[in-house]
């Protein structure tokens, strides 16, 4: 979370990662973050630093939550950065 998000230029936004292990009951799992493109960069706990204007995304894979979702990577959020207007 949060699922899609319009932040400005220099901004910072955390982000969260949260499953359920196979009887329901809430985990958190360790994953890894990265960001397409080119609009930031984000740390390992979650911290996304809007460097550039444009749209991209947040994405988290984790590799040993579950045998359905080994490996698998998933799309945490749709990110815009707004351009600071030129002066």
Sequence with gaps: SP???TCGLDSVVAFAASGQD???N???PNVTWSVTGGIG????GGLFHATAGGSGR????????DCETWGREAEV???AVA???RI
């Design 22 to 24: 196979a009887y329901g």
């Design 58 to 65: 947040v994405l988290a894979a984790s590799g040993a939550v």
């Design 83 to 85: 351009q600071a207007p």
């Design 3 to 5: 699922r899609s998000l």
């Design 26 to 28: 809430a985990v958190t």
């Design 41 to 44: 960069t984000i740390t390992t």
């Design 77 to 79: 959020s749709s990110v």
